[in-house]
């Protein structure tokens, strides 16, 4: 079974070498997964994490590539696919007592954004929800109701006198 995809036209920012580890950044990225720039952009504005920073920084880099190297509308863009890959470990020592040394691993990761222009939904208000149902419960009361199959009697429990008289 074969899924027609359609394409959208899109346009890619990367960040290589950002100082924070791919998967502190992934629990930023996965807020603004599928949503608009601008509301990915106001999620990370207001993110805790270290991570928000550059994250949106690379967000804003691939709204400005779709405006000015492919002409796209800023208004339509969404975030359709966001990455943070391991990048290269710097290794360093920390020494301890006694003469040892614990390593640190300084990690870093690449983050990848990928926006399409996608065209805008038509906003469901609550008053057309409320046609809608309004209409489904018309329909299902001009239809015939169905009637639910009888149950089944119970059987009679039988006495011991009853068991005796089937056992002779």
């Avoid at 691993?105 to 149902?133: D, N, Q, W």
Wanted: charged content about 30%.
């Amino acid at each position: 079974m074969t899924t027609a995809t359609t394409e959208y036209p899109s346009a890619t920012a990367k960040a290589r070498h950002i100082g924070i580890s791919a998967s502190k950044a992934r629990r930023v990225i996965n807020l603004v997964r599928g949503k608009s720039v601008e509301e990915a952009l106001d999620i990370l504005r207001w993110a805790p994490q270290q991570a928000s920073e550059p994250v949106a920084k690379v967000i804003a880099s691939a709204a400005a590539n779709a405006q000015n190297n492919d002409g796209l509308d800023p208004a339509t863009l969404v975030v359709a696919t966001i990455t943070a890959d391991e990048g290269p470990t710097a290794k360093r020592i920390r020494p301890r007592a006694q003469g040892r040394a614990y390593r640190i691993r300084k990690r870093t990761s690449h983050i990848t954004v990928i926006v399409e222009s996608r065209p805008e939904r038509k906003e469901r208000s609550a008053a057309s929800a409320r046609s809608r149902r309004a209409q489904a419960s018309k329909a299902a009361a001009t239809a015939p109701a169905k009637k639910a199959p009888a149950k089944k009697a119970p059987a009679a429990k039988k006495t011991a006198e009853q068991t005796k008289e089937g056992s002779e």
